[in-house]
């Protein structure tokens, strides 16, 4: 089982909106968790929001809440990650993974998609 996970970042604005796709390969079991992590340049990868597959409870950093959301399609095997009122500080290498149990941590997640940049600009 491995997660093929596709993601669409690119340049916005700062208060601009993006929305992340991530669509994993495989079955995806209901115990699963679906999580993304955003890595900026010279910095480590940080948590920033997860959401369980089957009863879709999200989880969220602190400095995302409100205007971050995470969310999935089962049918599609798609997670998403809405990003709003985009901010500099934003700007990072965007990850999806899955684990097999809530996390935070980016070494308990087995499974890693391939980053994509967002950029924001002043």
């Known amino acids: 089982l491995r997660c093929s996970c596709r993601v669409g970042g690119g340049l916005v604005q700062a208060g601009g909106s993006l929305r992340l796709s991530c669509a994993a390969s495989?079955?995806?079991?209901?115990?699963?968790?679906m999580g993304w992590f955003r890595q900026a340049p010279g910095a480590e990868r940080l948590f920033v929001a997860a959401i369980r597959w089957g009863t879709g409870g999200t989880y969220y950093a602190d400095s995302v809440k409100g205007r971050f959301t995470i969310s999935r399609d089962k049918a599609k095997n798609t997670v998403y990650l809405q990003v709003n009122s985009l901010k500099p500080e934003d700007t990072a290498v965007y990850y999806c993974a899955k684990a097999t149990e809530l996390a935070y941590a980016p070494a308990q997640y087995k499974y890693w998609g391939q980053g994509t940049l967002v950029t924001v600009s002043s």
């Open positions: 495989g079955r995806t079991f209901s115990s699963a968790v």
